[in-house]
C-alpha cells in the first residue's frame, strides 16, 4: 500500500512538470506569434500568472466550493450512526490520523465523492440516494473507495491537474478567439519577417488547438487509472471486493436523473461519472472507467484481495497491461472475508422510503412517532410548538427546536 | 587535497543518508505502536457497550441467564487481562459469546423492533468491524517495518541501532482465519 503510495506522488510529479512545459511552451509560442520573438517570455509570465492565480483559488476553498456547490450538510454520529460508524470503520482499516468530516448531499441519485487535499483535511460526501439504496457492505465499500482516493493522494493530484488543464485551456481559448475577431496584428509588411510571422501564427495555432485536447486526454488517462486504484484499494481495506461490486451494480442500474450539482471539474471526484449516457463519446474522453468493466475485476478477484490479485483481475478482463505500479506488486496473503448478516436479509422497499427520510432529515424535517405507531414528518417551516396525529387524532408536542 | 574533499563529502552524504533511514525507521515503529494502541481503544469501547447491551435487552429475554453470564464473565476476563496474550484469548472468548448472542437474538421479534436494541446493534456490529480493522490495519504496518528492517540497505541502519521485527496479530484459533467452505 505505501509503496503505492509513493509511486503515486512519483507519477503526480512527472505529470505536473509535463503539463506545466506545455503550459509554458504554449504561452511562448503565443506571446512569440502575437507580438514577435521578444514577447516570448512575455506569453510565459502570462501564463505562469494564470497558473498561479487558478492556484490560489483552489487552495484558498476548492473542497469548500465543491461541498457547498453540491449543497453538502454535514452530519454527525447521531444524526446517522451507520454511514458515520462506517466512515470510522474504513478511517482505522486505512490508519488514518484524523476522522474526515462526514456530509451527505440531498440528491436521490446514488454517488459519492471525496475531498481535502491532505488525508488531515479530508471529507467524505454521499448522496441520499446511495444511503438509501445500499446495505451495509456495500456502503463500506463506496466508502473504502472514497477513503482510497484519500489515502492515495488522489485529491491533489485531481486538483493540480485540473488546474493546469484550466490553464492550458483558457489560454488557448483566448488566443484563439483573439484570432477569430482580431486577425492578429500584423506588423511585419514585407520579406522574410513577414514569412516567420505567418509560420509562427500557423504553429500557435496548431498549439492552441492540440494542446488542450492532449492535455486533457492524458488528464483522463490518468483519471480513469486511479479510479481503477481506489477499487483495488476499497478490495484490500474491506477485504471484500463483493461489496463494492454489488454497490456499484445498483448505482449502475439506478434510474434516478443525474446529479443535479455535477459538472465537468468536479466530475473526477465521484464514484461514478456522475453524467448519464450521451454525453460521453468514448472510452477516451471519460474520467471514469465503465462501471461493468469495473464490476466483472472486483468480481474476478479469486482468492485475494491484494493490489496483486486486482491486477491479475485486471488482465484477465481487460487484457491490458496492468494499472498497478511494479512497486505496489507484491505477493500479500490476505483471504477475504463473508458478507455480514444484515447484507443477507434485504428489504428494498424499505430503503427505497428511507431515501425520501434521509433527504427530509437533512433538510430539517422532525420526525415524531404517535402513539398509534403512525410516523409523522414534520416540515421545519411548521409553525405552531404542538400537531395533530391524522390517524388517531392525538395531539403531540413538537420537541424544542435546537437554534 | 581533492582527494580529502571528495572523502570529506562521500562522509556527509553518508551520514545523511544513514539519517535519513534512521528517521524513516524511527517513524515507521511509531505507525505501528500507535496501530496498536488503535486496538485497544476499540476493545475499551467494546467492554464499554456491553452493560448497556445487558441493560436494554435484561427486560426481553429473561430466560436466557446463561448467555448473559457468560458475557459478563468474559468481559471481566478481558478487562482484567494483565499480558498481550491473555488478553488476546479473553476477547476471543468474548468475541465468540457476543455473536452466540447475536443469534439468540433472532429468536426475538419484539427485541429486534426495539428502536433502542437497533442502535445499538448498529454500535456493536460497527465496534467488532473496527476492532478487526485495527487489527488488519496493525497486520499491515507490521509487515511493512519489517519489510524495511530486512530489506537492503535499510537493513544495515536497522542493524547498527538495533531496531528488531514486531510479531503479527494471530487471530485465535485456525477456524476464525479460514472462510468456510459453501457447497450446494
Known sequence: MWELIRANKRNSIILMVLMAAVLLLLGYIIGTAFAGPKAGFTGVIIATAIWFLLSLVSFAGGDQILLSASNAVEVNHDDQPQLFNIVEEMKVAAGLPKMPRVYIIPDPAPNAFATGRSPQTASVAVTAGLLGRLNRDELQGVIAHEMSHILHRDILFVTLAGIMLGSIVLISQVFLRSMFYGGGRRRYSSGKNAQAAVLMLIIALLAAILAPIMAQLLYFALSRKREYLADAGAARLTRYPEGLANALEKIAKDPSPQLAAANKVTAPMFIVNPFKKGLQLSDLTSTHPPISERIRILRNMAGGVSFKDYSDAYRNVTHKKTVVPAAALTKEDIALRQASAEAKQEQLGKQMRQTGDIMRMVNGFVFLTCVCGLKLKVPPNYKGDKVACPRCHNTIALPIKQK | ?184
Open chain 2, 1 to 184: 587535497m581533492v582527494g580529502l574533499i571528495i572523502v570529506g563529502v562521500v562522509i556527509v552524504l553518508l551520514v545523511l543518508f544513514i539519517i535519513g533511514i534512521y528517521n524513516s525507521l524511527i517513524g515507521l515503529r511509531n505507525q505501528v505502536d500507535n496501530a496498536w494502541s488503535q486496538i485497544d481503544v476499540q476493545l475499551k469501547r467494546r467492554h464499554d457497550l456491553i452493560p448497556n447491551l445487558i441493560e436494554t435487552t435484561k427486560g426481553y429475554m429473561q430466560h436466557e441467564r446463561g448467555t448473559f453470564e457468560a458475557i459478563t464473565n468474559a468481559r471481566s476476563q478481558a478487562m482484567g487481562a494483565k499480558t498481550v496474550a491473555e488478553s488476546a484469548k479473553a476477547e476471543g472468548v468474548l468475541g465468540e459469546a457476543l455473536s452466540k448472542f447475536m443469534l439468540v437474538v433472532e429468536n426475538y421479534p419484539d427485541l429486534k423492533a426495539n428502536q433502542n436494541f437497533l442502535a445499538l446493534h448498529e454500535e456493536l456490529t460497527s465496534t467488532e468491524n473496527k476492532i478487526s480493522f485495527a487489527r488488519q490495519n496493525y497486520n499491515d504496518q507490521v509487515l511493512f517495518f519489517n519489510n524495511k528492517i530486512q530489506m537492503f540497505p535499510s537493513n544495515v541502519v536497522a542493524g547498527m541501532f538495533s531496531f528488531s521485527k514486531r510479531d503479527f496479530f494471530q487471530v485465535e484459533g485456525a477456524e476464525e482465519r479460514q472462510v468456510p467452505k459453501v457447497s450446494f
